[in-house]
């Protein structure tokens, strides 16, 4: 089954600092990859996706992930944070029937002035 | 576009009774998917809706129950509940079953006492 792991259950970064949150899936066929942002109280914004072709990926608000088969990693980063950045972060998967999204259990990133 | 509507926000319910939460997709998107995010953790998939009817189903019991109409929205029912049954209901939608591009809505956070 796949399953998708996120390190570190919270992080903090300061101010114009880099982003940095982890993501690893385990699936012995690449699946479709996603960074999600929730807000408090909020429901999922995608971020950014990788299906297939380019393994960097940019999506919004500046951040980017890198799909790296031989590692199965899909980590999110961003140059420079910002306070507005702070919220949970979800890494997720889609494979198999392409039906099923499996989620990690979040990061939640904390910017400090 | 009013994106993925759910109602209501917020609920609460006695134990041992039932709830029904609903969904209206974004608009061009015919396909709804459940998820249940209990508190501090990821989003759990529950099923999905295509054509008005169930077409996967994580690991959850037949006390949880769905429903999608001809206009694509969705009704998810909830039987019994049990105090671990209080999280956020979430609803994605997405065109067509293949959810690489899921838009999800607010959630409804759903309280058992």
């Known amino acids: 089954a796949q399953s998708v792991t996120q390190l570190g259950s919270h992080v903090s970064v300061s101010e114009g600092a880099l982003v940095l949150l982890r993501c690893n899936y385990s699936s012995s066929v690449p699946p479709y990859l996603f960074w999600y942002v929730q807000y408090p109280n909020q429901g999922l914004q995608l971020l950014l996706k990788?299906?297939?072709?380019?393994?960097l990926v940019k999506g919004i608000n500046g951040f980017e992930a890198e799909f790296k088969k031989s590692e199965t990693s899909f980590h999110l980063t961003k140059p420079s944070a910002h306070m507005s950045d702070a919220a949970e972060y979800f890494c997720?998967?889609?494979?198999?029937?392409?039906?099923?999204?499996?989620f990690g259990t979040g990061t939640k990133l904390q910017v400090i002035p | 576009d009013a994106g993925v509507t759910q109602s209501p926000t917020h609920l609460i319910k006695t134990r041992g009774q039932q709830v029904t939460l609903r969904c209206s997709p974004k608009?061009?998107?015919?396909?709804v998917s459940w998820y249940q995010q209990a508190l501090g953790q990821g989003p759990q998939f529950i099923f999905q809706y295509y054509e008005e009817e169930e077409r996967q189903r994580g690991n959850f019991p037949d006390r949880f129950s769905g429903h999608q109409f001809p206009n694509y929205s969705s009704e998810l029912n909830v039987n019994a509940l049990l105090l671990g049954d209080s999280a956020l209901y979430l609803c994605a939608s997405s065109a067509g079953q293949q959810n690489t591009e899921a838009f999800f809505g607010q959630g409804t956070r759903l309280t058992v006492v």
């Open positions: 990788y299906t297939t072709g380019a393994t």
């Open positions: 997720a998967a889609l494979s198999g029937g392409y039906q099923k999204v499996t």
């Open positions: 608009s061009g998107h015919d396909t």
